[in-house]
T-cell receptor
Framework: KNQVEQSPQSLIILEGKNCTLQ??????????LRWYKQDTGRGPVSLTI?????NTKSNGRYTATLDADTKQSSLHITASQLSDSASYIC??????????FGKGTMLLVSP | DAGVIQSPRHEVTEMGQEVTLRCKPI?????LFWYRQTMMRGLELLIY????????DSGMPEDRFSAKMPNASFSTLKIQPSEPRDSAVYFC?????????????FGQGTRLTVV
């Protein structure tokens, strides 16, 4: 069964600190993996999309990594800001319109 | 562009009533998706259209749910009759890259409460 597991479920960090969110998947076949940021009461916004051949991609202070061999991805946030407080969702695309979503990690950045 | 526009933002209805959610995708995008989000199950893809044609509706939970896209700038998701377990946030998203794997831009969502 295709699954995407994210950890931790929730995280509290101090403003200015770094953090790393994890995503493990058992999805096959694999087309791409994406990270979304979802602010409370808003729709998800795409942060990164990585294909099989990409092992790192950055978007400002967000850096995603992908290890297709171990089926793991991480999202690293550098120098966190209060506006980073949100839910971060990992999604794996198998191709043929099959998407498997993680439940998300809720991040709270505290002043 | 104003982005993906959904209406209404909030809907409260009684069990058994018909509910219609509306979506205007980003102009020029040829793929449109309907998602449902709950605390228990997270985000779920319900259906997606490509060039106004439904491509995959395997995520539609049951016959009470139906979706239409009469033209490139409008889509509806209808629930009839509604049930309390349909309470969720429903998102519409659109994409220009085709298929469910393209980068999708989401609307603000419609929060549906069925009492």
């Amino acid at each position: 069964k295709n699954q995407v597991e994210q950890s931790p479920q929730s995280l509290i960090i101090l403003e200015g600190k770094n953090c790393t969110l994890q995503c493990n998947y058992t999805v096959s076949p694999f087309s791409n993996l994406r990270w979304y940021k979802q602010d409370t009461g808003r729709g998800p916004v795409s942060l990164t999309i990585m294909t099989f051949s990409e092992n790192t991609k950055s978007n400002g202070r967000y850096t995603a990594t992908l290890d297709a061999d171990t089926k793991q991805s991480s999202l690293h946030i550098t120098a966190s800001q209060l506006s980073d407080s949100a839910s971060y969702i990992c999604v794996v695309d198998s191709g043929y319109s099959t998407l498997t979503f993680g439940k998300g990690t809720m991040l709270l950045v505290s002043p | 562009d104003a982005g993906v526009i959904q209406s209404p933002r909030h809907e409260v209805t009684e069990m058994g009533q018909e509910v219609t959610l509306r979506c205007k995708p980003i102009s020029g995008h040829n793929s449109l998706f309907w998602y449902r989000q709950t605390m228990m199950r997270g985000l779920e893809l319900l259906i997606y259209f490509n060039n106004n044609v439904p491509i995959d509706d395997s995520g539609m939970p049951e016959d009470r749910f139906s979706a239409k896209m009469p033209n490139a700038s409008f889509s509806t998701l209808k629930i009839q009759p509604s049930e309390p377990r349909d309470s969720a946030v429903y998102f519409c998203a659109s994409s220009s890259t085709g298929g469910a794997g393209g980068e999708a831009f989401f609307g603000q969502g419609t929060r549906l409460t069925v009492v």
